[in-house]
């Protein structure tokens, strides 16, 4: 049994709904970002106790192809950021959320703007914004290399969407103090 679960789209989620079927006497669970795949289909008192526990925790079970789709997308948008950053010659977006999910792009892109009422571009740049204040924060990396680092086609590129999203230059940014910085599962 395959149950795809929402806001689920970091290592940490993964553990946590681990530890919540580890409770619930389910410890050989293959669970992956997104989905929780079980050898066994859960009785409706045991997916009522399973939906609960993972409410309590952010998470929600999803029902309609489409939005599972959507949150597919999103997982796929947190794996291809890591995939910038580690490729020297990282897939296109849409080749990569494509094989991520075995769909055709255009089919995801409309699915997702039908569902969402955004682009997955669009969505993209959002996450790919909170990585640059995440980077900024560390003090490690200069604005060129950070814009390196997330394949950027130049400094002031990145600039104009730093600014364009956030409403403050990346200068302004940094002397405003402002540490608050969405995790990319809430975007």
């Known amino acids: 049994m395959k149950l795809s ?12 709904v681990s530890d919540i079927l580890s409770g619930m006497d389910y410890p050989n669970a293959h669970v992956e970002l997104g989905f929780v795949e079980l050898d066994r289909k859960f009785t409706e008192t045991e997916l009522d106790l399973f939906s609960e526990r993972l409410q309590s925790k952010g998470f929600e079970l999803i029902f309609d192809r489409e939005t599972e789709l959507v949150n597919d997308v999103k997982s796929a948008l947190i794996k291809y950021i890591d995939h910038l950053e580690h490729s020297r010659t990282p897939d296109k ?3 990569f959320v494509s094989r991520q999910t075995n769909y055709n792009y255009s089919y995801l892109s409309k699915v997702y703007s039908d569902k969402t009422g955004s682009t997955i571009e669009t969505h993209l740049i959002e996450m790919k914004i909170e990585r640059v204040k995440e980077l900024l924060s560390f003090r490690k990396w200069t604005l060129s290399e950070i814009a ?11 600039s104009n969407q730093f600014k364009k999203v956030t409403g403050l230059t990346v200068t302004e940014y940094r002397k405003s103090g402002d540490t608050v910085r969405k995790s990319l599962d809430t975007i």
Do not use: A, D, F, H
Request: aromatic share 12%.
């Open 5 to 16: 679960v929402k806001n689920m789209v970091c290592p940490r989620c993964v553990e946590s």
């Open 93 to 95: 977006l849409s080749i």
């Open 148 to 158: 390196w680092k997330l394949k950027y086609s130049s400094v002031q590129y990145l």
